[in-house]
Nanobody, 120 residues
Framework: QAQLVESGGGLVQPGGSLRLPCAAS????????MGWYRQAPGKLRELVADISIGGRTHYGDSMKGRFTISRDNAKNTVYLQMNLLKADDTGIYYC??????????????WGQGTQVTVSL
């Protein structure tokens, strides 16, 4: 069973920064596109950013220019660097592994989530 472990969440003031690491287990990481999603209270889960196995990145519209996703293949870890944080960035951030090479139909894995709160 694959495991994704997020960390780095917490309380930060508007305009501040946070870095969220997500460590993946086994050989899932090397076979997966990795992503970060978030869910704010009362809202649907939305894509924050994702990164392909080859390093191609994609961002949600409101995150462009402020957030950066990266992956360290040697450490099986994906990072989300968040700068210029706003109150609207508050939510639970989830790590995702989209393993298209895991089984005939692929597999989708999720972490337990880490809370990010942007407030004075």
């Amino acid at each position: 069973q694959a495991q994704l472990v997020e960390s780095g969440g917490g309380l930060v003031q508007p305009g501040g920064s946070l870095r969220l690491p997500c460590a993946a287990s086994g050989d899932i990481f090397s076979r997966s596109a990795m992503g970060w999603y978030r869910q704010a209270p009362g809202k649907l889960r939305e894509l924050v950013a994702d990164i392909s196995i080859g390093g191609r990145t994609h961002y949600g519209d409101s995150m462009k220019g402020r957030f950066t996703i990266s992956r360290d293949n040697a450490k099986n870890t994906v990072y989300l660097q968040m700068n210029l944080l706003k109150a609207d960035d508050t939510g639970i951030y989830y790590c995702n592994a989209d393993c298209t090479m895991c089984g005939p139909a692929g597999e989708d894995y999720w972490g337990q989530g880490t809370q990010v709160t942007v407030s004075l």
